[in-house]
């Protein structure tokens, strides 16, 4: 039976409603300075990654995303998901679901730098949302 390949923890997304505020916040208190900002067209998402050692603080913000917008709604500005890092994110969700593990994405799709990412859902892991990320190819 193959097992499931993490490499690492990619980030720690957290949602906000302005970018520009919630990465001064960050440097103020924890001296994290922005890295990468773009705008994910394909999740109508703007991100901003804060390095920090091996992995990154990702600030997220919806730019039309619906689900963001509900999230912000509902809970306000925090904690969105943890994302981490696999190695053959189609063999990650195939495995998964031949564990019955419900998952939210069931192919991969575009994320932030190019990246692969697929969601398993909250259920699967006691209320948090994780996402599998395979780096692009550089």
Request: hydrophobic share 45%; proline share 6%.
């Amino acid at each position: 039976m193959s097992t499931l390949k993490i490499k690492k923890i990619d980030h720690v997304a957290v949602c906000v409603k302005d970018i520009d505020q919630a990465a001064a916040r960050w440097r103020e208190v924890l001296g994290l300075v922005p890295g990468r900002r773009e705008v994910v067209e394909s999740q109508k998402t703007e991100a901003a990654l804060l390095p920090l050692g091996e992995t990154s603080v990702e600030l997220i913000a919806p730019r039309g995303n619906e689900g963001l917008e509900r999230f912000l709604e509902k809970r306000g500005p925090g904690l969105h998901h943890i994302a981490v890092e696999v190695e053959g994110i189609e063999t990650a969700i195939a495995l998964l679901e031949g564990l019955g593990v419900p998952m939210i994405d069931r192919i991969p799709r575009a994320g932030a730098r190019g990246h692969k990412v697929a969601f398993v859902h909250p259920r699967a892991t006691g209320g948090v949302l994780v996402e599998l990320v395979e780096p692009a190819r550089s």
